[in-house]
Structure formats: structure tokens, C-alpha cells
């Protein structure tokens, strides 16, 4: 698993306050929707990109065809696709947001010849990690098994 130092997460989510999420799924239970949900509750404006969904809302945003169709600037593009899709996602971004300063790449998903040209452009790259949950443990919110749970109460 590539390392990446805590300075370094915390600086990409203190820094980030617009995030495509490409990939994102309209089903609660699909980790790219509650991670997109949780980080625009946080405070992030979250740009969800899925072209089966595309024209629909989702956390008070239109969901866009693609990166490109995007016209206001993006710190950081989330890809919850495989790795193999990631390429042309990671050039698609390159192109569209000259000011980009984060690729994330989620949890299983990591591809270095992408990741090179990432980092050629000055842009820093995270893959095989997870925002929502690198944000709990840096921002202190991790409970119990490294899940954010309520309370759990004492007379079970």
C-alpha cells in the first residue's frame, strides 16, 4: 500500500473545497454515494459525475455527463471507478481544471502510469485510500472499530 503522511492528507482536506466525484451512485448503499454524502456534509462542495444518472440532483447538485461538462474550477477529483478506467478520467481532469491540486483515488483502486502523470503536472495524487475515512482519523471522528458509530449503549 503506497504511504501518504498524515501532514499531507490533512493539508488535501484542509485545502479541498470542491470535489467531482466521478463514479458516484444514486443507492445509499454504495460506498461512492455515502462517502460523496458525508464529505458535502462536512462542508465540501461535492460535484457528483455519473453519466447513467446524468440531469438528476444528488447532494443539491446536478449530476454532470462528465468531468469536462464541469465550468466552475475543482481541487480534487474523487474516482470511485476501477482502475482501469482511470487514465482517461485522470487526462479528462487534467484538461478541464488547469488549477486542479488533487487526484484521490479510492479504496482498491490505484494505477501508476496514471499516477505519474498526475504527479507531472504538479498535482498531488492519493490512491488505495479513502477520504471520508482518512477525514475521521485525522479530524478525530474514528469510534469504535475505525467506524464513526453513535454511542453504543452499556445495557446490551
Not at 478520467?89 to 488549477?99: K, Q, R, T
Request: proline share 6%; net charge positive; aromatic share 8%.
Amino acid at each position: 500500500m503506497t504511504e501518504y503522511s498524515d501532514d499531507l492528507l490533512t493539508q488535501i482536506l484542509k485545502r479541498s473545497k470542491t470535489i467531482a466525484v466521478a463514479g458516484v451512485s444514486m443507492n445509499p448503499v454504495r460506498p461512492s454515494y455515502y462517502v460523496a454524502r458525508y464529505l458535502s456534509l462536512k462542508g465540501y462542495k461535492v460535484i457528483p459525475v455519473n453519466p447513467g444518472h446524468a440531469g438528476k440532483m444528488l447532494f443539491g447538485q446536478t449530476i454532470r455527463v462528465s468531468l469536462s461538462e464541469i465550468s466552475e474550477p475543482v481541487d480534487m477529483v474523487d474516482i470511485f471507478r476501477r482502475s482501469e478506467a482511470v487514465p482517461p478520467i485522470v487526462d479528462e481532469a487534467l484538461e478541464a481544471f488547469p488549477n486542479l491540486r488533487t487526484i484521490w483515488m479510492q479504496i482498491g483502486i490505484e494505477h501508476a502510469t496514471a499516477a505519474a502523470t498526475v504527479q507531472a503536472r504538479g498535482v498531488d495524487v492519493v490512491m488505495n485510500r479513502c477520504p471520508k475515512i482518512e477525514y475521521q482519523r485525522l479530524f478525530g471522528e474514528l469510534r469504535m472499530g475505525g467506524f464513526a458509530t453513535g454511542m453504543i449503549s452499556s445495557k446490551l
